[in-house]
């Protein structure tokens, strides 16, 4: 099966095959062709170039995308889509005034979202989270992370982690499984926090490698949460079956975990709202990359991710959205790079890499995804009707997407 898109107004983020992230500087550059066509042979990219080289070939498809600008679609590297239910009477109360920790301190939280997941079925909450996918893939994103840790329970942690499972089989996007068993202590592990743990590390990690259910390992390091000893027990652990980590850091308190995660050698360290001098010397020259979730900033009222220093100070950044039923209920890259642009000043071309090629490396699949190189994937984002592609985030809220191609489907 043949497509050809023509006409392209501005074709966005041709990269070389040997591009898997940019950082500092290099992230204002979105290398691009002006006039283009592309071609996609079954679910690859096969050919792109000017189109006044575009060739005289048979396929099945054409579309017209005069006017409109193609560009990678999203590669969203940290959500927790698949929940039960949702938390909207926290967000009214915190609308009253409550704040994310008076919620998360009378059981509120993680642990209200992991009563109702530990009673709901495993078919009934693969229901209620494939609408959220169905959903993002509208939205453009083409490739997803998404972490359990909504379960607390070796079963509920296994029931989330089967579900992330089968959405990867029944849908063309890229399903990348994060386990997150140490997302908050359940209540009877409030003062046995060894105790949880060690059923972390000998119950639920066996299980779920033995099935083969999760890419990568995750903690929520953060003061009430994880300490940064219990963080790199969990990362010690899951080293020993090859799950990576990919850690949640720095969103209320700088505790010098960032350190801790680069020893560790993870792959990503995410949230980072605040961030030290130290912890930047600690993420230079190391393979561990800094994302930003500005929704979620958005949502719950904290500080956006210093994206000016980390970039500046020559780091490569990654955007996701932590799409999740608490901090951000919400799937929508758009919203995401816009908010980047609008709130952390970065530019659309810094954003625009954020959210593609540096999502991809987020979620250790850079050499399939995340920018236009013949032989990737073609998930692409034909827009509508543009004057240039600034206009994405300036025109925040809109919905500028006219096709989503996922691995050469036509989803939208
Ligand atoms: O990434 N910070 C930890 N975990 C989620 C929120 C969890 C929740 O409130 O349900 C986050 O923001
Ligand atoms: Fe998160």
Redesign the pocket.
């Known amino acids: 099966m043949k497509t050809l898109i023509t006409n392209i107004q501005e074709l966005l983020q041709i990269r070389d095959a040997s591009i898997n992230k940019v950082s500092g500087v290099e992230m204002k550059q979105l290398p691009s062709i002006k006039n283009a066509y592309l071609i996609i042979e079954d679910d690859r990219i096969a050919d792109f170039g000017k189109m006044k080289n575009c060739p005289v070939i048979k396929v099945d498809i054409t579309i017209d995308a005069s006017g409109k600008v193609v560009f990678p679609s999203w590669c969203d590297s ?1 959500t ?1 889509i698949v ?1 039960a239910g949702n ?1 909207v009477f926290e967000f009214v109360d915190r609308i009253n005034g409550l704040s ?1 920790e008076e919620i ?1 301190n009378r059981g509120g ?2 642990l ?2 992991a009563k109702k997941l530990n009673e709901t079925s495993e078919e009934d909450l693969y229901e209620q989270s494939k609408v959220r996918l169905e959903q993002i893939m509208q939205q453009g994103t083409g490739a997803v992370e998404i972490k359990s ?2 379960g607390l329970t070796v079963a509920g942690e296994i029931k989330i982690l089967r579900v992330i499972k089968k959405l990867a089989e029944n849908y063309p996007i890229k399903i990348k499984a994060t386990f ?1 068993g140490a ?2 202590f359940p209540a009877e592990y409030k003062d046995n926090h060894s105790g949880y743990i060690d059923l972390i590390i000998n119950d639920m990690l066996p299980k779920i490698a033995k099935e083969n259910l999760a890419d990568y390992i995750d903690a ?1 390091c ?1 003061t009430g ?1 994880f300490s940064v000893k219990e963080t790199e027990r969990i990362m010690e652990a899951g080293k020993k079956y090859g799950l990576q980590a990919k850690i ?1 850091v720095n ?1 209320f308190n700088a505790i010098n975990g960032i350190n801790a995660c680069v020893k560790h050698n993870a792959l990503s360290v ?2 980072l709202e605040v961030v030290t001098d130290e912890d930047i010397e600690a993420l230079k020259n190391s393979d561990t990359i800094p994302v930003a ?1 500005p929704s ?1 900033s958005y949502f ?1 009222s904290i500080p956006y991710t210093p994206a000016r220093k980390l970039i500046d100070a020559g780091l490569p950044l990654a955007l996701a959205t ?1 799409f ?5 209920p919400s799937g929508n890259m758009n919203f995401v790079v816009a908010t980047a642009c609008i709130k952390m000043k970065m530019t659309p071309e810094e954003a625009i890499n954020a959210a593609t090629i540096n999502g991809a490396y987020a979620m250790g699949i850079s050499d399939t995804h995340g920018s236009i190189t013949i032989g990737k994937k073609a998930n692409l984002i034909i827009s509508k009707g543009v004057s240039s592609f600034y206009q994405l985030p300036y025109e925040f809220g809109s919905d500028l997407i006219d096709t989503v191609i996922i691995e050469g489907i036509r989803i939208k």
């Open positions: 940290h927790h929940y938390r994310y998360a939280g993680i209200n979202s840790g909504y997150l997302h908050a929520f953060e949460y949640h969103q995410d949230h979730l979620c719950i932590d999740n039923p608490g901090t951000t």
